[in-house]
């Protein structure tokens, strides 16, 4: 491996690391508070508010430990992506550039796991390596 290929990978680690930690934090506080994450989703328009409440907070939970331990990282990012598309749109584009700076990283982030893959410090990575062998 090359050292241009290591940085790469331990960017990828770093960027997995934190935003892994931010949805399964996310996704946690919408779990264990669902009537409230209803009520909101409701509030905003959201279509079938309440199904979406838990489709989010379960994409959030599970595709943040996905995403942090690069297990199926791409299609646990699309999907994170996605609910940074719904968050943008349906809550934050109305409140104006500080509100959403957040979540347009979060979504860019998530857009580069989707295309670029975990790198080889992720299951996904060892995985790899180890069908080389």
Do not use: C, H
Request: proline residues 1%; glycine residues 14%.
């Amino acid at each position: 491996m090359n050292d241009q290929q290591k940085k790469l990978d331990i960017a990828l680690l770093v960027g997995r690391i934190i935003v892994g930690l931010i949805f399964i934090l996310a996704g946690w506080g919408k779990l264990t508070g669902i009537e409230g994450v209803q009520g909101l989703f409701g509030d905003v328009g959201i279509p079938l508010a309440g199904v979406m409440a838990w489709v989010v907070a379960l994409v959030e939970f599970v595709g943040g430990i996905m995403v942090l331990v690069g297990y199926k990282t791409r299609t646990a990012a699309l999907l994170l992506a996605l609910v940074m598309v719904g968050a943008i749109v349906f809550v934050k584009l109305s409140q104006g550039w500080n509100a959403m700076r957040l979540d347009m990283a979060l979504f860019a982030l998530n857009l580069t796991f989707y295309l670029v893959g975990a790198g080889s410090m992720s299951i996904e990575g060892k995985a790899a390596a180890g069908a080389d062998e």
